[in-house]
């Protein structure tokens, strides 16, 4: 069980009706939905005039999802949430709200979620969207879970959605190669939902690196400096880690999986490196999946259960860094049920 960090153990609220207190909130489910194209790593070296090494080496991707030009956002977050409502078991009428996070809604306005709701025949849900670039997912997951501790909801359906190659500067050598495109969904229950909890989650941000990773209306591509951001992104996602692991009332010991964003294997490897994590116990999909932003968590913890590591019961903590600057980390206990293989 996880513990808040003064050693109490995390509650919800009682629900009207009920004799019981609900434990909290937790996940019930993950869908994934990924575009049937691919870039190869092999088709970027041969425009850059580069080696395949020389991009895997950098970024430890060797072909990446990508969207075609008509297909649409909207469409996929609503298949990853169908996907994760079904194995949940939880209709759409049933939810209470949709969110969606995503940096590359479809259109400027509306946005993503209510799309999403209606796409699924949630008419009884409210729907927002997230902008909080690649760590939007584990902010939805905050506020998702908030929601439910205080008795605002039951149901949440979460997204995390990007086509981020809609935004890539394929004149960059050094950027081009990171991006991909896909959807990730969960669905967070009370805690009459069965197993599991999420736990604390420990947000940050800075704005004043805002230029650093940054992508103008006129424009509409993505620029950023890879140094500053590679040596903040470990430094942000290692130090939120204690933190949130320290909220929990656990130590790094007691952690069974780590996920991180997918945004570069070298981010992962140092991650591992300075924390003392074994490789085995952090979970690494960028070779196939690349960087979707906000998708890569979830997409990162489907992976994880398909291949047996992400069990019910396990302690997982998640973390994400991205624009703005934004970053977080939270700790939960696995409650979903095992994929399909």
């Given at each position: 069980m996880l513990r808040s960090v003064d050693a109490r153990p995390l509650t919800g609220a009682r629900w009207e009706g009920e004799d019981s207190v609900a434990?909290?909130?937790?996940?019930?489910?993950?869908?994934?939905?990924?575009?049937?194209?691919?870039?190869?790593?092999?088709?970027?070296?041969?425009?850059?005039?580069?080696?395949?090494?020389?991009?895997?080496?950098?970024?430890?991707?060797?072909?990446?999802?990508?969207?075609?030009?008509?297909?649409?956002?909207?469409?996929?977050?609503?298949?990853?949430?169908?996907?994760?409502?079904?194995?949940?078991?939880?209709?759409?009428?049933?939810l209470d709200l949709v969110i969606?996070?995503?940096?590359?809604?479809?259109?400027?306005?509306?946005?993503?979620?209510?799309?999403?709701?209606?796409?699924?025949?949630?008419?009884?849900?409210?729907?927002?969207?997230?902008?909080?670039?690649?760590?939007?997912?584990?902010?939805?997951?905050?506020?998702?879970?908030?929601?439910?501790?205080?008795?605002?909801?039951?149901?949440?359906?979460?997204?995390?959605?990007?086509?981020?190659?809609?935004?890539?500067?394929?004149?960059d050598v050094r950027s081009a190669p990171l991006f991909a495109d896909g959807a990730g969904a969960v669905?967070?229950?009370?805690?009459?939902?069965?197993?599991?909890?999420?736990?604390?989650?420990?947000?940050?941000s800075d704005g004043s690196h805002g230029e650093t990773i940054i992508a103008t209306h006129e424009e509409r591509k993505l620029h950023l400096d890879g140094p500053e951001v590679f040596r903040n992104a470990v430094a942000r996602m290692r130090d939120v880690t204690l933190a949130a692991v320290a909220r929990a009332g656990l130590e790094l010991e007691d952690i069974d999986l780590f996920v991180y964003h997918q945004a570069n294997a070298r981010i992962t490897r140092a991650l591992s490196e300075r924390l003392g994590v074994a490789p085995g116990r952090m979970v690494d999909c960028i070779e196939s999946l690349g960087n979707s932003s906000a998708a890569t968590l979830p997409l990162a913890l489907a992976e994880a259960e398909r291949d047996g590591r992400l069990r019910p019961g396990a302690r997982v903590l998640l973390s994400a860094f991205g624009a703005g600057f934004t970053w977080g980390g939270g700790v939960i206990e696995w409650g979903g049920d095992q994929l399909d293989a």
């Amino acid at each position: 069980m996880l513990r808040s960090v003064d050693a109490r153990p995390l509650t919800g609220a009682r629900w009207e009706g009920e004799d019981s207190v609900a434990p909290g909130a937790t996940i019930m489910s993950v869908g994934t939905a990924l575009p049937a194209g691919r870039l190869t790593t092999a088709e970027l070296a041969q425009r850059f005039g580069v080696t395949d090494e020389w991009i895997l080496s950098r970024t430890g991707i060797r072909e990446r999802p990508r969207a075609g030009a008509d297909e649409r956002l909207a469409d996929y977050a609503a298949r990853a949430g169908a996907l994760a409502l079904e194995r949940a078991g939880v209709a759409a009428a049933e939810l209470d709200l949709v969110i969606v996070a995503t940096m590359t809604p479809d259109e400027l306005t509306p946005n993503t979620a209510p799309l999403v709701a209606h796409a699924l025949g949630a008419q009884g849900a409210g729907a927002f969207d997230v902008g909080a670039a690649c760590t939007g997912f584990l902010t939805g997951l905050s506020l998702g879970a908030a929601q439910i501790e205080s008795r605002r909801a039951r149901r949440v359906l979460l997204v995390g959605a990007d086509f981020i190659t809609r935004i890539t500067d394929y004149d960059d050598v050094r950027s081009a190669p990171l991006f991909a495109d896909g959807a990730g969904a969960v669905v967070l229950g009370d805690g009459t939902a069965g197993g599991g909890q999420i736990g604390p989650v420990v947000l940050g941000s800075d704005g004043s690196h805002g230029e650093t990773i940054i992508a103008t209306h006129e424009e509409r591509k993505l620029h950023l400096d890879g140094p500053e951001v590679f040596r903040n992104a470990v430094a942000r996602m290692r130090d939120v880690t204690l933190a949130a692991v320290a909220r929990a009332g656990l130590e790094l010991e007691d952690i069974d999986l780590f996920v991180y964003h997918q945004a570069n294997a070298r981010i992962t490897r140092a991650l591992s490196e300075r924390l003392g994590v074994a490789p085995g116990r952090m979970v690494d999909c960028i070779e196939s999946l690349g960087n979707s932003s906000a998708a890569t968590l979830p997409l990162a913890l489907a992976e994880a259960e398909r291949d047996g590591r992400l069990r019910p019961g396990a302690r997982v903590l998640l973390s994400a860094f991205g624009a703005g600057f934004t970053w977080g980390g939270g700790v939960i206990e696995w409650g979903g049920d095992q994929l399909d293989a």
